[in-house]
């Protein structure tokens, strides 16, 4: 049951050879979903051994091209390669009337469904959910219309202790009834608490993604207890002033957001291709939040599942 | 003088890891074009050592996304590196109403002008020229409106010789004529033919670009003469079947487009991702035209100048 993040592409708004813009791939239990989509990241997917037909759901930050121009090259690749089944696409207005434009000049005859989701970007709001996630957005502070995004593992399903099993004798509808939290009562009469008979077999995990964004205490708020937080650090704290007016954040504000989070985990990336090395703005982040790591293309972080024992 | 093409992407339709979508930068006396341009064209011209801002003309042969998706990105990238100068688009209809559509949700604030020359695909006429260079346009027999492109280098002004210099002793005045192409009639009567005088300094180089095109016999002809033909091979022999459903040709057919068009070399490219290898196609047209090579990324095919000898 796999929670892991793929950088695609770590630079900000110029791509250098080596680097790509904004991409970047989450498998939450062998589910895809595309964080971002700067031009070449159709290319980086394939690099990095991800299968792009096992992504259904788009979710795009904002509506500058070096976080979207990928998109369009991967719907007509993805056309290409027979795909039936729809793509999902939750971005900020106007994504619905850039992709009917889209399908106005290209991809006249291709055979699935692009679906176009317009996230209300001032809001925290669910957006996406499954079984096994929940997607969040989260206000950010950008020159445009811009959101973050929470994923959030649910609580999975309670299992029934073996040790109760043995203990009390349960029945098959007793177990049921325990697995949907019920209280049981035995036959003599005693009520067995919940809690006693089950137990959550592992800690729901997860990831928030906070990029294009000016420091915001509010968004920081709005993640609270994420296991990783990616946050951008365009620029390094000497860049400060261009930072603010950019809309974007500085290492040293990353870090903040990570401490305000209460995060386990900081990732800094988009950074300005001013910066010949991210070691420098790795280090900076981690005076004040030790545990930092630098985005680059190819980095996977793997959050670990933490199953709970069931006595 | 260089006249020289360097192939950023070789790749049909779909790219991979390796390789790119089609996309070659023209060299003539340092001016820079551009001819099409998918996806990740920018990264690749940046890869090749070839300046983008240099790049004033890009000719489009046609608007499937894989000769202009690299179009978009690369427009947002010159503006973000502060270009001034207009950036000249020659491609066919609908070029306006997507550049247009483009501006409507993208690059706001960018500081240059795109300047779209729609081309009439049915046409083979002259559509672009400076002090040096012609670009024709060439019919093309593809799925959608589609042209080819001819660059030729104008005749070089005249040089005059320096042993009729010291023969007849000519006057500035006379220089000038002759450079003009007039004959020089000399202080004792006698007339002396321009070409006694004068001579080109070189031979003028051509380059045609046959991207995506079924065979054409007529291309074929409109380009007789060309230095290197660049035609697309998309497919072997053996899927000629394939070829002629989707409007492109095989190795096969490249190669008697090369003989009829009287070619110094062909290079073929625009090859389909079912073929691990080039060396297969590029020894399959080599059967009927033997000059053949097989572009790939980086593959620069420089048309040396010929001199001529003065005396």
Redesign the interface.
């Known amino acids: 049951m796999r929670f892991e993040i793929t950088i695609l592409g770590s630079r900000a708004?110029?791509?250098?050879?080596e680097h790509y813009q904004t991409a970047q791939v989450l498998n939450v239990h062998e589910q895809l979903y595309l964080l971002d989509c700067g031009?070449?990241a159709?290319?980086q997917i394939?690099?990095y051994g991800v299968h792009p037909m096992q992504i259904n759901n788009v979710f795009l930050s904002h509506?500058?091209?070096?976080h979207c121009?990928?998109l369009?090259?991967m719907i007509?690749?993805m056309g290409?390669?027979g795909r039936r089944t729809p793509l999902h696409i939750y971005a900020p207005a106007?994504i619905e009337?850039?992709v009917e434009?889209h399908f106005?000049?290209?991809?006249a005859e291709i055979g699935y469904d692009v679906v176009c989701h317009t996230i209300d970007t001032t809001k925290h709001q669910l957006i996406y959910e499954n079984k096994v996630l929940e997607v969040w957005s989260v206000p950010l502070r950008h020159r445009v219309a811009c959101a973050g995004f929470l994923f959030r593992e649910k609580q999975p399903p309670l299992n029934v202790r073996k040790s109760a099993l043995d203990r009390y004798g349960l029945s098959i509808a007793q177990i049921v009834a325990a697995k949907q939290g019920e209280d049981i009562t035995l036959e003599d009469g005693t009520t067995i608490a919940n809690e006693e008979i089950t137990y959550r077999p592992y800690e729901p995990r997860s990831y928030a993604y906070l990029s294009d964004t000016a420091y915001s205490a509010k968004a920081a708020r709005l993640v609270k207890g994420c296991d990783v937080l990616f946050h951008e650090a365009t620029y390094a704290d000497a860049d400060r002033k261009r930072a603010r007016q950019t809309g974007h954040s500085t290492t040293l504000q990353a870090a903040k957001a990570a401490v305000e989070a209460g995060a386990k985990q900081l990732v800094i990336g988009h950074f300005s291709n001013r910066y010949d090395s991210t070691e420098m703005l790795q280090k900076e982040a981690a005076t004040v939040f030790e545990n930092t790591i630098a985005a680059n293309e190819g980095t996977r972080i793997t959050i670990p599942i933490i199953r709970n024992n069931e006595n």
């Open positions: 708004a110029q791509p250098t050879v031009e070449g159709q290319r394939m690099r509506l500058h091209g070096d121009y990928g369009f090259p007509s690749t290409l390669q106007p009337a850039i434009n106005k000049y290209f991809d």
